[in-house]
């Protein structure tokens, strides 16, 4: 990329034109009045050429737009530093050998939706055996251990089972993010494994569609994936991550 293509904006028919899609709800019945309330409020937000392409209530007081609309913003690319977990996505053969070779036995990985969240989809294809869209989950894998715990799983409950089964990392999904529910429950588990001297002793994983690697770190986990994510994603970071404390010295005995 030339140091002229390093900006980028948004792109509709043609590059560069700056055209941009967005979708919104306004508390309020739909109708002439509500259009025009969508279009002044994108070009009091700078968009220009706003137009209501959706208008569909969704009750007698809120109504669902999609807006057509264009930007003159660009994004210099060049500037920005994404701190993505370091790994090589392996097909599951060769994870299994890793660790086969490496440890010398299975890994024990312990998953569960935590705190309140009931969404079991994300945490359900990443560990369970069918897995989805053909890429099966964790618990297919010969040289690992899975235990999936389900949805609501208290952050005490799920720190006593990794401790009972041994385990050498935790998997923890999170969907909902309503008042930063996500945030408030992540936050108590590092709480109570640092409380317990565990963040150390197994690798912490978090992952939802809000999760980015940023966060995780932020919040002291060791890698966070987001959409997109295939076990084999999760497999492969989990062992160069566990092979890279074994070189280091820092697994448990």
């Known amino acids: 990329m030339s140091r ?18 967005l979708s919104f709800t306004l508390p309020m019945a739909a109708g002439e009045k509500a259009r025009r309330a969508a279009v002044i409020l994108l070009t009091k ?13 969704m009750d007698p007081e809120f109504t669902y737009f999609i807006v057509y609309a264009r930007t003159t913003e660009s994004v210099d690319v060049s500037s920005i530093v994404v701190h993505e977990a370091e790994y090589e996505v392996m097909e599951p053969e060769e994870i299994n050998r890793t660790i086969q070779e490496t440890f ?15 969404h079991t989809v994300g945490i359900d294809a990443i560990m369970n055996m069918k897995g989805y869209d053909m890429h ?26 990794a401790v009972e089964e041994g385990a050498d990392a935790l998997l923890v999904s999170q969907v909902v993010t309503q008042k930063n529910a996500h945030l408030k429950n992540l936050t108590r588990l590092i709480e109570i494994l640092e409380a317990e001297g565990l ?34 994603h999760v497999a492969s970071f989990l062992v160069q991550e566990m092979a890279r404390r074994e070189n280091r ?4 005995g």
Not at 141 to 161: F, S
């Open 4 to 21: 002229g293509e390093n900006r980028v904006t948004p792109y509709g028919d043609t590059r560069g034109d700056g055209a941009i899609q």
């Open 45 to 57: 937000m700078g968009f220009t050429e706003a137009r209501v392409v959706l208008m569909e209530a």
């Open 104 to 118: 010398g036995r299975k890994i024990v990985v312990i998953g569960a939706c935590i705190g309140s969240d009931a």
């Open 136 to 161: 099966k989950g964790l618990e297919s894998y010969a040289g690992i251990r899975a235990v999936n715990l389900g949805a609501q799983v208290p952050c005490e409950t799920l720190v006593a089972q």
């Open 199 to 232: 963040a150390e002793t197994m690798v912490l994983i978090v992952g939802g569609p809000q999760v980015t690697p940023e966060l995780a770190k932020e919040l002291g986990y060791d890698a966070g994936f987001g959409r997109g994510t295939f076990p084999e």
């Open 249 to 252: 010295g820092e697994n448990r």
